[in-house]
């Protein structure tokens, strides 16, 4: 993929009809007031409320990550686009890896202690990276979506994610009952 050509940016920030690649030599990524994520664009401006969005969040996780400012009017303007996160010092790529989490918060399971149904819902007991968990997901293909090649990321109620990075990790009986119940 060729280097897009830098465009001149307006007064109120960057062109909405190309895609901006961020570098450490464009801008510099830091906390501001408040602990507020800020990126300051070189020759341009300083972008306060800022969050990260990723592009391709399976594929790509270091990769193809969006900045965004908030501009408080209901839209958000995306103030570009970082293509490998390892480009940047470690201090500001841990700054949007810290924004990620905040954004993607997520349980990754470890175990399956319990799956079966409970009033009419796919009851779950799981072992996760932070404690164990007992929730309750809708038996319905969206709730329950591909991560990747051999996961599997299942939204609860409430909408709180819980990610099986690969099914073939789980041991064989809780994979057995896992896609009894959840086998698309």
């Given at each position: 993929m060729a280097d897009e050509p830098t465009q001149p940016e307006s007064e109120s920030?960057?062109?909405?009809?190309?895609?901006?690649?961020?570098?450490?030599?464009s801008c510099r990524i830091h906390l501001g007031t408040h602990g507020a994520l800020h990126v300051t664009v070189r020759d341009e401006r300083i972008y306060g409320g800022v969050y990260a969005a990723y592009a391709f969040p399976v594929a790509y996780g270091d990769q193809f990550i969006s900045l965004l400012h908030s501009a408080g009017d209901g839209k958000d303007v995306e103030i570009g686009l970082i293509?490998?996160?390892?480009d940047f010092p470690p201090q500001q790529a841990d700054l949007v890896r810290q924004a990620l989490a905040r954004r993607y918060f997520i349980h990754t399971i470890t175990r399956i202690h319990e799956i079966g149904w409970k009033y009419g819902f796919v009851s779950l007991d799981v072992e996760t990276d932070?404690?164990?968990?007992?929730?309750?997901?809708?038996?319905?293909?969206?709730?329950?979506?591909?991560?990747?090649?051999?996961?599997?990321?299942?939204?609860?109620?409430?909408?709180?994610?819980?990610?099986?990075?690969?099914?073939?990790?789980?041991?064989p009986g809780e994979r057995a009952d896992f896609t009894r119940i959840i086998y698309w």
């Open positions: 920030g960057p062109d909405p009809t190309r895609v901006r690649y961020l570098t450490p030599e293509r490998n996160l390892s932070k404690g164990r968990v007992q929730f309750m997901m809708r038996w319905k293909s969206d709730r329950a979506v591909d991560y990747g090649r051999r996961g599997k990321v299942l939204i609860d109620v409430d909408e709180n994610r819980y990610l099986i990075p690969d099914l073939d990790a789980l041991s």
